[in-house]
């Protein structure tokens, strides 16, 4: 029953996210082959912002990091919330403290596109060695909301995370 619950709470979390910060649909004049193509060019771009990220947290690169996000983010884990520069400021502290991100994966299972916004549905797994040496893996749900910016570049604008209730497993 518990994991049932924790189930529909997430499908409720991610639903209202979605209509939240969803934007307008495609203008009327896109068909659906150039609108299929419009998705298909926007998730490879991800995919791509994907590796990246991944690369500037395995080496803990601040800057690199940081350039992943829109000025406005949010970042939600069920352990914290941070907003705008406080995602920057709280990686820098951590790097800089001697912390270090050893694993960073994303299984992507969805991308919906909607003209400058996509969200993402997957999962994330991270292994983290804090400053005193403690090893971590967190494992969770993660739901994405992307936003191309005027450059076109994809930038994460809401990052939020839940656990994995393991008796839902197959």
Sequence with gaps: MKGLITL????VVVGLAFFLYRTPTAP???T??????????AKAAIAERWVGYREAE???DAEGYWSFW???ARLYYPTMTLAGDEIHEF????????GRILAFEIESYEVFVEEDAAYELGRYGE???FPDGTLEDYRGNVF???ISGADGIWRINRFLTGPVDESLEG
């Design 91 to 98: 990686l820098s502290d951590f790097w800089g403290s001697g």
């Design 144 to 146: 994405v909301r992307w």
């Design 8 to 11: 529909l709470a997430v499908l």
């Design 58 to 60: 395995l080496a803990g």
């Design 28 to 30: 009327p004049e896109m």
């Design 127 to 129: 292994t983290i060695q």
């Design 32 to 41: 659906e082959a150039e609108r299929a193509q419009v998705a298909a060019e």
């Design 70 to 72: 829109t000025p406005d």
